[in-house]
């Protein structure tokens, strides 16, 4: 059989126009089609309490979690600074303790943008609220205003990580839409890729393969970038195993 990959969804606060009503939960088509094309069967998993994560672990093989708003920052201990974004504190809720139930159960993940984050902070890290105002060294446009398929910037990938496995080369070309980034790396994470200007890019599992991570955003360039969909077929692969 197929393994099931759960994608965490994101909640539209505005109307939808479909159904004229606020709070209906969503998943990026561009992940959906990406575990498609990968091998993997999707599912989009809506946040719900946080004790039910143990349950529902149970009813897939993988985890992705993909972009979103900003995470609160009480999660890690800090106030929101003036130049925070919107932030959805049930999401986050509901996603730290669904990665602390899915790392209980073996089972793989895969973070994308906020979710790079959020598995940094469920695992005991910091980001970033605002790399503009906090990290001095930042100098290169993390918030792209070209189109989000299209890369906009490089990143430099550690030789010997899982994530040079995956592309296969030290230097990639990704797409960048954010202003936040991971800060204090969590023990048990290690950096497996960055910047020019030192801004964290991917994290990955120190012990094994079961954590991968990426700030960029390659369900948007898989069609365009074939090598961004080895990140869903690694997924995929090591969901089978479970």
């Known amino acids: ?3 099931v990959i759960a994608i965490t969804a994101d909640v539209r606060v505005a109307d939808s126009e479909v159904i004229n009503e606020r709070r209906a939960d969503f998943a990026p088509r561009g992940a959906v089609d990406a575990v498609l ?33 900003d995470v ?62 906090q990290d001095p060294s930042c ?37 960048s839409r954010h202003h936040q980034a991971v800060r204090k790396v969590a023990v048990g994470l290690t950096v497996s890729a960055q910047s020019d200007d030192q801004v964290i890019e991917a994290v990955e599992s120190t012990q094994n393969s079961e954590i991968v991570a990426v700030q960029w955003h390659p369900e948007n360039m898989w069609q365009e970038f074939p090598d961004q969909l080895e990140f869903f077929k690694d997924l995929v692969k090591r969901s089978q195993h479970n």
């Open 37 to 69: 094309a990968a091998g993997g069967l999707p599912i989009v998993l809506p946040y719900t309490a946080p004790e039910l994560s143990e349950e529902l672990v149970n009813t897939f093989d993988g985890l992705l979690i993909p972009g979103g708003p």
């Open 1 to 3: 059989m197929k393994p």
């Open 139 to 175: 100098r290169i446009r993390h918030a792209q205003a070209a189109p989000g398929e299209f890369p906009t910037h490089h990143v430099v990938i550690e030789p010997h990580s899982y994530v040079r496995s995956i592309l296969k080369t030290d230097r990639s070309y990704v797409n």
């Open 72 to 133: 609160d920052p009480t999660f890690f201990g800090e106030e929101p600074i003036p130049e925070i974004g919107r932030t959805y504190y049930k999401r986050d809720a509901f996603e730290i303790a669904l990665v602390k139930a899915t790392m209980a159960a073996k089972k793989p993940i895969f973070g994308i943008c906020q979710g790079i984050q959020v598995i940094n902070i469920a695992m005991g890290g910091t980001v970033f609220q605002d790399l503009g105002v």
